[in-house]
């Protein structure tokens, strides 16, 4: 393989949604996710594919662990509120990130071979969170959207409200 090529980076202020349009020319994409913050205290920071409209049906699971800065609690575990059984809903790629200004959300997501017309379009997300309770969460989802149509474009927002956040696009090409 060859190094990740930088092809987007858009800086959201105030937005409602972070949109990736140009899902040609390389089999695996990377989203970074760097310092997102919601306007909506305690909102989940979420993705959505589209085949030429938003909601491809997608089947995911998902798990975290966290940590309370007092050490009161901390676990990891099974997240049966954040996966998908072949669910139109935009995906959840975090718990309850705090709108506060040291608070924030920042990871990655991979989508590989979004415009093949054969096979379904498997990605994988983790991220870091910093909540409005005081605590660190880390998040990792899995998935596939449920399409042999070419996934063109996905969608990133906060599940309410605006966000700010910088989000940078890479593409692969994989021998």
Known sequence: MSDWKLLNTSTASGASSVEFTDLTGYKIFKFVFIDVNPATDSTNFQMEGSTGSFGVTKTTTAFSAYHYESDSGAALGYEAGHDLAQSTSPQPLSGSVGNGADECAAGELHLFNPSSTTYVKNFYSK?????????????????????????SAVRFSMSSGNMDAVIKQYGLVAS
């Open 127 to 151: 991220l870091n969170l910093y909540g409005s309770d005081n605590h660190t969460g880390n998040w990792f989802i899995a998935g596939y959207f449920n399409t042999t149509s070419a996934v």
